[in-house]
């Protein structure tokens, strides 16, 4: 058996300062911001999407299609990606691997299993070297060290895979893993803006 996880508390947002202002600290407009990448489809890790309506959204293929299913499959939100799912805003579908800006600086890693098209992202800092970023690969660090899938998954196979891709990248990249549910993991970062270096 996997380790337990209660989507209850997998789902609860915690957001303090939204990204507007978060960006604005940086100095930069919300028109300036070309790409909305989304590590998949559930309505927690799309919530602001909104305030980017000029961005180009960035989604595996398979999550922006089932934004288009009816029903919605468990947590998929498709009224927080409106503009995109009509196409009033524009959308690219990802496959496999996509390195975002073609220098390797950002990449999304195909990571399936949690959602058919999740994503995990790899960021190198200039300061700080390389990042990855869970998305929901993993949740918990206690799930990450008994590699336990939660039920709610889509493939328990594919997630253990995905697990492991993740880990074995963190290794080879000497990168520091966020595990964006994991408040601990959130710490190992430094605060914004110096988190953005
Ligand atoms: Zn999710």
């Known amino acids: 058996m996997g380790a337990k996880v209660d989507p209850s508390a997998a789902f609860g947002p915690t957001l303090k300062v939204d990204l507007p202002t978060q960006l604005a600290q940086l100095g930069v407009k919300l028109d ?6 989304l590590s998949h489809n559930h309505f ?9 309506p000029k961005a180009t959204l960035l989604m595996e293929a398979a999550d922006f299609a089932a934004l288009k299913s ?15 799912v009509d196409g009033t805003a524009k959308a690219e579908t990802v ?6 800006f073609g220098d390797a600086s950002v990449v999304m890693l195909a990571t399936p299993g949690h959602t058919e098209g999740e994503a995990a992202l790899l960021v190198r ?14 949740h918990f660090s206690e799930q990450w060290a008994k590699r336990g899938v939660p039920t709610f998954n889509k493939s328990r196979a594919d997630t253990s895979a995905s697990m492991d891709r993740l880990q074995a990248m963190a290794k080879e990249l000497k990168a520091i893993l966020i595990i ?4 601990a993991d959130i710490a190992k970062l430094p605060s914004f803006p110096a988190s953005a270096q």
């Open 32 to 37: 300036q911001i070309k790409y909305l990448g």
């Open 44 to 52: 927690d890790h799309t919530g602001q999407a909104l305030s980017f």
């Open 70 to 84: 009816d029903p919605l499959p468990f947590a998929v939100s498709a009224t927080t990606l409106q503009p995109w």
């Open 95 to 100: 496959r496999g691997d996509h390195d975002v």
């Open 125 to 138: 800092l200039p300061k700080t070297g390389a990042v990855l970023l869970s998305g929901d690969v993993v």
């Open 180 to 183: 964006q549910h994991e408040p």
